[in-house]
Structure formats: C-alpha cells, structure tokens
C-alpha cells in the first residue's frame, strides 16, 4: 500500500465550473475525511465518512459541495459553481476506528489537490 | 472553527539550536497530536500525547501536555535544516461538535538555517 493518494494534484479551472477531487485512502482504513486549507492557515475539517456512511458535514460545506464513498473505498469531492473563494488545498486523510478506539486517532494524510479558481 | 492557537506564528533558527512551539486549545480532549507539513505538501503525523499524559519523547522530539491550561509544546532539539516545515497540532476532542475528526491549529512556520 502506498498510502493515501489524491487525484488530481493541481487544478486551474473558471468561475463557475464544476470540479471533481478524487481519494483512496489506505485500504484497511474505514474513516475518510476531507479537510480544505488555505495559505498561512491550519487544515479546517469539511466532512467525514465511516464507511461509506458520511458522519458528519462542517458548516463551512455549502450546498455547493457534496462528497461520495461508494462501497466504502475511494471518496470524491464534488464542488459545483467554483468560486474564487473555493481556491485552496483540498486534503484527504484516512484512518481506522480500531486506533480511534483506543484513543489514538491519526490520521495519515494525502499529499493534497490544490486548486484555483480564476 | 480553529480549536488550537499556535504561538509563534513563525520561528527562524539556526541549525543545531532547539526549537520550541506552543499550542493552545479550548476544549476537553482526549488527545493531542502534532503534524508537519512540507511546502505544498500533505501533513505527517509526529506524535501523539494521551490526555492523560504529561510528556513524551520520540527521537528529537519532545511534547509535554498540560491539560490544566489547556496547553502543549513541541520541543524539537538539535535542530538541522531539514526540520525546515509548518508544524501544526491537532486535537481529537473527547465530546462536542469537535468528536470525532481532528481541529488543527493555524501552525508554527519553522526555518532552520544551515
């Protein structure tokens, strides 16, 4: 296993636009999540799933947003109508609940999708 | 929302000096982990610090917990040019809005010059 990939790295696209980020987590991990940052700032959470359940979504995850794991596996990021203030890295982690059961929740990130709105 | 506040923003050293960084959280947790992140890059787990522990060490690395305040550091000694990174801590929230996912800090940007 190679970890956690994301695809693609870079993506320029326009205003308005619909863009699609892509993830496979590491195979034995159930939790996926989704995190967006931006420059000179901390990764800020948007979702996550447990399977393929989604768990949870932030506030910051407009109606614009919607993201999918099907069967538990990969997950994607769907962002519709791109705005400029969509541009940002978009990072992917995963990680296993057995961890997190015994209070150690680390997550293994992706090496991020950036993209940029113009 | 941001859960950590890191203190300094930025730290400039040179190399063979220690380096310290400060983090600061409002919620009660269950533990507390610090990242690196290379330019451009995703972020790597360092270590972690249970809750109900006070200090740990892993190589360089140095991280001390003090759940009172509300409060952690991360000491990276004999510091070389290639800890040159963003070093962020995560914490892992033991109930509330923030269960269940790690909330990151804005990150200390550490240069070691050779």
């Known amino acids: ?118 | 929302s941001q859960q950590g506040e890191e203190d300094p923003q930025a730290l400039s050293i040179q190399e063979g000096e220690n380096a310290t960084m400060n983090c600061s959280y409002k919620t009660s947790i269950n533990n507390l982990q610090w990242y690196r992140q290379n330019s451009g890059r995703g972020l790597v787990h360092l270590i972690l610090i249970r809750s109900n522990e006070r200090e740990k060490h892993s190589g360089r690395l140095r991280v001390t917990l003090d759940t009172s305040k509300k409060s952690s550091s991360l000491l990276i000694t004999a510091s070389r040019a290639a800890d040159t990174a963003s070093y962020f801590c995560a914490t892992d929230a033991r109930w509330g809005t923030s269960y269940g996912k790690l909330t990151f800090g804005q990150g200390t940007i550490l240069t070691v010059h050779p």
Request: net charge positive; proline share 3%; glycine share 8%.
């Open chain 1, 1 to 118: 296993d190679t970890g956690v990939s994301q695809d693609p790295r870079h993506k320029i696209t326009k205003r308005g636009q619909n863009v699609t980020f892509r993830c496979d987590p590491i195979s034995e991990h159930n939790r996926l999540y989704w995190y967006r940052q931006t420059l000179g700032q901390g990764p800020e959470f948007l979702t996550y799933f447990q399977n393929e359940a989604q768990l949870e979504k932030s506030r910051l995850l407009s109606d614009r947003f919607s993201a999918e794991r099907p069967k538990g596996s990969f997950s994607t990021l769907e962002i519709q109508r791109t705005e400029q203030g969509d541009s940002a890295m978009y990072l992917c982690a995963s990680s296993i609940t057995s961890d997190s059961a015994r209070g150690a929740n680390v997550l293994t990130f992706g090496a991020g999708s950036r993209l940029t709105v113009l």
